[in-house]
């Protein structure tokens, strides 16, 4: 195996993949708006993997009216590739889901939302994407960036 082979091997196992479901878990809390759904993972991780969002993203003024609009939706240029992300990722973030439940990290309930049960280390670009992605719900996201939730 190659270098590149175990970077790329490290940065999407179920360890590191369970740190950014727990920033955004945190994110998603610190806004109060609504709870994380197990559902907007799949769109918020793709869309942390693409390195012009993280720049985007990385020292955001968060506002719960606009946030949404003006980082995401005033930037279509992010988007390049984002269903080859999206379908990509799917198996990765299943099995950092997995990893926190068995972890104590997190719960799922009836309706598929994650309840955070402990707490771990924080990645401040993703905390903030939760923060943003927060403000607009499940099904607005899917439709936002035209992806299949038929595909999880």
Do not use: W
């Not at 907007?40 to 390195?51: K, Q, R």
């Not at 990722?89 to 950092?96: D, F, R, V």
């Not at 670009?125 to 899917?142: D, H, Q, R, W």
């Amino acid at each position: 195996m190659n270098i590149a082979k175990a970077i790329y091997y490290s940065s999407v196992s179920p360890e590191n993949i369970s740190k950014l479901i727990l920033s955004i878990a945190h994110g998603f809390k610190e806004t109060q708006i609504r709870k994380l759904s197990f559902f907007d993972l799949f769109i918020i991780i793709p869309y942390y993997s693409y390195v012009p969002a993280q720049k985007e993203l990385e020292r955001i003024r968060f506002n719960v009216a606009s946030s949404f609009q003006t980082k995401i939706e005033r930037n279509p240029d992010t988007f390049a590739n984002f269903n080859f992300r999206y379908e990509k990722s799917i198996n990765y973030i299943k099995l950092g889901v997995s990893y926190c439940i068995n972890e104590g990290s997190i719960e799922l309930d009836e309706d598929m939302n994650i309840n955070l049960i402990s707490s771990k280390d924080e990645d401040k670009i993703i905390f903030n994407m939760g923060k943003v992605f927060s403000t607009k719900e499940t099904s607005a996201l899917y439709n936002f960036f035209k992806v299949d939730i038929n595909a999880i």
